[in-house]
Structures are given as structure tokens and as C-alpha cells.
């Protein structure tokens, strides 16, 4: 069944200004446009279930079998090392059933089609949770997983969080120095040691005073995450927060 596009704007209450109203046509017409091409693009090759390639429903992911081991999160978690207590964890899922299947696919068949998919899921998600981000940043990949992969999922699920928040996107921000084991094969102690200082900070200047918002497709100990967000908040990062399409914790 075909769903209804979402609602622009003007609809949700926007400030009647001329440019409001100018950027609120803009918004409108974007989002015909992109429901028109979903559209297109759905009646010529049809998407199918992003685990078991069954057939689906337009504008989901999941056939119904794979859709019933599918859980989504309820709460962002706080940061045990934040004394403020501010500090939050969103996750879109949690990690496992035909979600891992899906994201194993992704990552390791160099399926584009499931980044953009993934892409357009966590962006929704970020946009109905998460606001006050000035700009989105990825978790670096090294550059020979990259190469093997033929993409980095997390910057492109980082760049689909930052259209869904209309925020800026710094996919250079963060290097990594290291390609380092699985943090998941390790004692909590080795995660620690394999993980520090493993990334550097490319765009110092971009971070400063900023309110980040810090994306990966699966968040598994946090050690990865927690090592990122200290070297953003050391160049001066003001607020660090992070968002997961996936968390296996
Ligand atoms: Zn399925």
C-alpha cells in the first residue's frame, strides 16, 4: 500500500514569515519530488525485505517474518562518564534478528541500496529525537576497510542524519590513526588500550563551541564512541552527543 508523504512545514506550524514561507514551499516541493521518485523507482525494480530479499511493502524494510524480530529502542541512554547528566546515546534499534542480518549485509555485499535505506531510517529517527545539533560527524573507518568495504556506512548514514536535522556534515572531522581490532573480541581492559588515541581531530575549528552530533551504524562496547567524543570535547566541542542505527550493548 502506498503510504502518504510527510507533512511540510507550513503544516506543523512554521512562523508565517515571507522567508518562512518561501523555505516551507521548498521543503513541499522537495518532498513531492522525492515521493514521486520513490514512487518511479519503486513500480520499476521493487525493494525487497533487507534481510531475506522477500517480497515487502512499499516504503518498509523488513518483510513481515524478518519485521517480527525487528526492536526498536525506547530511550536514549545517558553517558556514565558525564557528571552532568546532559550528555545522551540514541540508538534507532537494537542489534540483532534480521536488524544484524540487514546491517551485515550492508557492510560486507556492498549493498548501496541498504545504505541509502538505512540512511533515510536513521535520519527519521534523528529527526524525531534529537535537536540543537550544529553539526553531524561520523565514526572514521581506516582507509583500508574502506577500501575493502567500497564505502564507509557511517559517514553515509552520518551525511542522512545531517540532511534529516538540517544540520552541517564534517565527514573529514575525525581521522583514524589505527585500524584496530574488533573492539567486541577484547576484555574491557584491552578495549580501552586498543581504542585510545586511535582518532585525531582534522577540523578543530569546526568542532569549537559546537554542538555535535557523533553517528555509527552499531555501537557494540561504546569504547569507540567514548574515544571519539573525548577527542572532540578535548579541541573544544561543546555539547557531545551520539546516535546509532543499531546498539548490540
Ligand atoms: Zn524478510
Known sequence: MVGS???????????????????????AFSTWVAFAQALVAEAIAPSTCAACDGPIKFRTMFCGTCAASVVKTSEAEPDSDDPSGLMRHYAAFEYGGAMATAIARMKYNRRWDLVARFGTLTGQYAAQV?????????????????RERGFD???????????????GYAP??????????????????????????AFECRRPLRLQGARVLLVDDVRT????????????REVGAADVRSLVLARAL
Do not use: F
Not at 153 to 167: C, G, I, K, T
Not at 221 to 232: D, Y
Open 172 to 197: 573529514n572531522a575525525l581521522r583514524r590513526l589505527r585500524d584496530t581490532p574488533p573492539q567486541a573480541s577484547l576484555s574491557r581492559v584491552a578495549r580501552r588500550t586498543n581504542i585510545l588515541d
Open 221 to 232: 562496547t561504546g569504547s569507540t564512541i567514548a574515544e571519539c567524543m573525548r577527542v572532540m
Open 5 to 27: 508523504p510527510p507533512k511540510c512545514a507550513c503544516e506543523r506550524g512554521a512562523r508565517n514569515t515571507p522567508r518562512a514561507m518561501s523555505n516551507a514551499l521548498v521543503m
Open 130 to 146: 534529537v535537536s540543537g545539533v550544529d553539526v553531524v560527524v561520523s565514526v572514521p573507518a581506516h582507509a583500508r576497510r574502506i
Open 153 to 167: 556506512p557511517s559517514a553515509l548514514l552520518a551525511r542522512a542524519v545531517a540532511q534529516h536535522l538540517r544540520a
